[in-house]
């Protein structure tokens, strides 16, 4: 039977890992990547699991690398074989990895990691216990001013996003009329971050019209 030990050797080794970014030729982490492989029909298929069988094609996580990859042939090159790479590639990823954080947080509400409304979150905020707060973008400016405001008096300040409608929300968590949501402190909150992160490459992660200068977006976990 596996040790503990060595189990843990190998989960770190796991969560170190470093992959060549096929557009740049730069060695990073697999958080600053994304994983492609080839699909049945010869298309370039995003992994954004990194489960997929097949030899996995990594680009930096961001719309210029993924958009350069897609138009130079650097998938077909990797792989040695004539993929074809849709020309919404970028789209294609910034919608999975929105799809995959809203289903984070549905499990994050499951595990008890995660706050809903106004007075829950604001105590979160003021407790410290707040790593991300999740604002609806059809939000009402004054509870979102608020909510930002106690924020900007925390140190670190919690980041903050804010890309998800308030019935994307309710759905994922199963409420209804959710606008203001705190991710708590947590190996989780840690893991939702890197896809956070991911998504920022590709589209930004609060909405134009927020007139009020944003908390800082970005947060190490």
Known sequence: MESSAAKAHATLAEASRERRDVVSGEVMDEARLIRFVAGPDGQVVPDLARKLPGRGIWVAAD?????????????????????????????????????????????????????????????????????????ASDGAADGRRKIMSLARKQSPQPGVVGVFTSAELGLALGLENVIHTAFLAGRAAGRWAEDVRRLEGFSPLLPEDWREEPVEAKREP
């Open 63 to 135: 719309r210029a690398s993924v958009a350069t990859a897609a138009k130079k042939g650097l998938f077909a090159r990797s792989a040695k074989a004539p993929l074809k790479a849709a020309p919404d590639l970028a789209d294609q990823v910034a919608r999975l990895l929105h799809a995959r954080l809203l289903s984070g947080l549905g499990l994050a509400r499951r595990a008890g990691e995660l706050t809903s409304g106004f007075e829950k979150v604001s105590s979160a905020i003021q407790s410290g216990k707040a790593v991300w707060l999740i604002e």
